[in-house]
């Protein structure tokens, strides 16, 4: 599948709909939000760090679910027809390395919180929290996850490709990870949109992992075939390269 990009029409369409749906939900949503944190920064200022933490929890959980759902649309090649796929791909590492910028900030922000005390070793140890041990060192064991695949993106050209792909699915193992430590450790998971928000993720990424899986066994089939018929496929492309677009 070739890069064509959208439609003009369509490219104006998105835009306008985008627009639109990014006013709408800040005037819906903005004046209380504003009153809210303002409510919360007179009367109980100490509940800041746990309502930071918890906004930069979900924050990071989005910027990982959207590099899973990058990757998997990379792989799957579903964005080739409307992306140059350097730019899904550096979107796809920028991602991860938000997701883990944010992580850290939101373990940080634990050790300001005066309702349960964190302390540095609690952070940095899997399972030595003082609050739910076993959900938080899950969540703990797939921020390490999510960082060593981070870190992978940097170290490709000296691990090599095979390398690069094996710590790559465990990408997988993080978003399970991530997100069985929201359900069971964060206080909004008995909240709709909260629940809605790690099914949601949960469901598309469930489906283009399946997709992935079927259109990997279908053209291995194809491969197979073809080879027995005496008329081979076309070999893969090359492997995309790290370099940025201009």
Known sequence: MTYRGLPALARIA???GLVLGVGAV????LPSA??????????????IPWITSRVT???AYFAITASVVYGLLLSTKLLDA????PVSFALHQDLAAVGVGLAAIHGALLTLDQTIHFSVVDLLVPFASPYRPIAVGVGQLAFYIVALVTLSFYMRRRIGQRAWRLIHYLTFLAFVG????????GT?????WAFWTYAGSAAIVVFLLAYRIVISALTARDRRLAERSGHPMMPAAAPLTLRRPA
Do not use: K, M
């Open 26 to 29: 800040l005037g819906l949503t």
């Open 178 to 185: 991530s997100t069985a430590h929201g359900i069971a450790a």
């Open 34 to 47: 504003i009153s809210s944190i303002a409510g919360v920064l007179v009367d109980t200022p100490a509940r």
């Open 57 to 59: 929890a979900f924050l």
């Open 14 to 16: 998105l835009a306008v």
């Open 188 to 192: 909004d998971t008995s909240q709709p």
């Open 82 to 85: 409307i992306a140059h796929r």
